[in-house]
């Protein structure tokens, strides 16, 4: 595929940047608890929520206090919505949210495409042209070295790439937690550096520019809103 490393760019750690990291952990916990319980070793997907957060370096008292939320009654209500669009040049952009107000957040969005000279699209106008797949990043480990794995765990996998930074392995987004689980269990010293369900586009584009200009002042604006989880774009960076 070759499409992942290319969208994976990592975002600065300033300290606005690190509070929204924050601010995000914070709320998909808080969440991903009050829906599956506050036991880590009862919900395995705050489990995972949890490692993941740890090592992104979000503070463990941040983590408590999210779970503790729930524990305490405090009902607080948050809508999962996906923005789509066009950037400047014709590039798609998906905008996964999690807000408490949906009204302030699609303006919020909506703004963003606008002032980058971009246009919101009705829902599904770009994600058909994306492939929605688990993600697992690995080092310490050979491409062959994984097929066994997976085979042992009876794992199944779409696609399977391996270059100077390790191994990557694409599978259904179910199997996410499936995959990581059979490499650990067939090489204890295999290090994760990425494991995420996303959205991979079939096709990249390269744009030059204005277009490139206005696409990162899009991708600058969205990243400012505190609403937004996750962008997904075809553009090769």
Same mark, same amino acid.
Do not use: W
């Given at each position: 595929?070759? #499409? ?5 760019? /990592? ?35 705050? &489990? ?14 941040? =983590?408590?206090?999210? =779970? ?13 919505? #996906? ?20 009204? &302030?957040?699609? /303006? ?6 606008? @002032? ?41 996998? @779409?696609?399977?790439?391996?270059? /100077? ?13 499936? =995959?990581?689980?059979?490499? /650990?269990?067939?090489? @204890? ?49």
């Amino acid at each position: 595929m070759g #499409r992942f490393p290319n969208i994976a760019a /990592s975002k600065a750690k300033t300290g606005a940047a690190k509070a929204k990291v924050y601010s995000s952990y914070a709320k998909e916990i808080y969440l991903v608890a009050k829906q599956g319980g506050t036991d880590p070793n009862g919900n395995l997907t705050l &489990r995972h929520l949890i490692e993941k957060a740890k090592k992104e370096q979000v503070p463990s008292d941040i =983590i408590k206090r999210a =779970i503790d939320k729930v524990n305490s009654g405090v009902d607080e209500n948050y809508t999962s919505v #996906r923005y789509e669009g066009f950037a400047s040049g014709g590039a798609t952009v998906m905008v996964d949210c999690l807000t408490d107000n949906v009204n &302030r957040t699609v /303006s919020l969005v909506r703004n963003a495409f606008t @002032k980058s000279k971009g246009k919101m699209g009705v829902s599904g106008c770009v994600s058909h042209m994306y492939e929605h797949l688990a993600v697992v990043m690995v080092k310490n480990i050979t491409e062959d070295e994984v097929l066994e794995a997976l085979v042992m765990g009876n794992v199944d996998a @779409k696609e399977i790439e391996q270059d /100077s930074n390790g191994v990557t392995i694409y599978g259904e987004p179910a199997d996410l937690y499936k =995959i990581k689980e059979a490499i /650990s269990a067939y090489k @204890k010293d295999a290090e994760f550096t990425f494991e995420e369900v996303t959205m991979l586009p079939n096709d990249m584009v390269t744009l030059e520019g204005e277009d490139k200009e206005l696409f990162e002042k899009l991708l600058t604006m969205l990243d400012d809103i505190e609403d937004v989880q996750k962008v997904y774009h075809n553009v090769n960076l």
